[in-house]
């Protein structure tokens, strides 16, 4: 006998690519401008990196993404996954990034200011030499993190799951 598929299932299939779709389409509508229109969200680095200021990226698949060099102050990306995503050297100053999913995520020397990561999932994710000043990290999961050379000047880790992490002076945390 034949299955027959829902709307609201063939919908719940669609989903993940009608994000990147919007994603994607943002993100050339947001660098119209720019002289290299081959450039893409995913592609980073370098002189084609994307500009997603201020995007509202809130519960976005961004997952194993190359992000790197990207441009994201003030992005809304709460509840988004980004996990063993390329996010090196990537602006995030104070972006929203409460309850996302960052595990194995590469960040190093990215710039995360002022950024909201309460709740978010970092496990094994790589901070080397990030900038996490005035960071609100309360309430994250860093199991396992390496965190070494990164600046935690007035980060708040209240409640924050450091076991295992590699903290900035090279020592593990217990």
């Known amino acids: 006998m034949q299955s027959r598929t829902t709307s609201s299932e063939a919908m719940t299939r669609r989903l993940p690519l009608l994000t990147l779709g919007l ?40 997952a194993d993404g190359d992000l790197a060099d990207a441009q994201m102050h003030g992005a809304k990306l709460k509840g988004a996954d980004l996990s063993r995503s390329d996010l090196g050297q990537t602006t995030l100053r104070r972006a929203e990034l409460m309850g996302a999913h960052l595990e194995a995520a590469s960040l190093l020397r990215a710039d995360l200011r002022g950024a909201d990561l309460k709740g978010a999932d970092l496990r ?50 217990e």
């Open 23 to 62: 994603l994607l389409a943002f993100a050339i509508a947001s660098r119209a401008a720019d002289p290299d229109p081959a450039g893409d969200l995913l592609a980073g680095g370098g002189k084609d990196s994307s500009h997603l200021t201020f995007a509202k990226l809130d519960g976005a698949n961004i």
């Open 124 to 173: 094994n994710a790589d901070l080397m030499h990030a900038d996490l000043t005035g960071a609100d990290l309360s309430g994250a999961d860093l199991k396992g993190a390496r965190l070494l050379v990164a600046k935690l000047t007035d980060t708040k880790l209240d409640g924050a799951d450091l076991a295992g992490t590699i903290m900035p002076d090279g020592t593990t945390h």
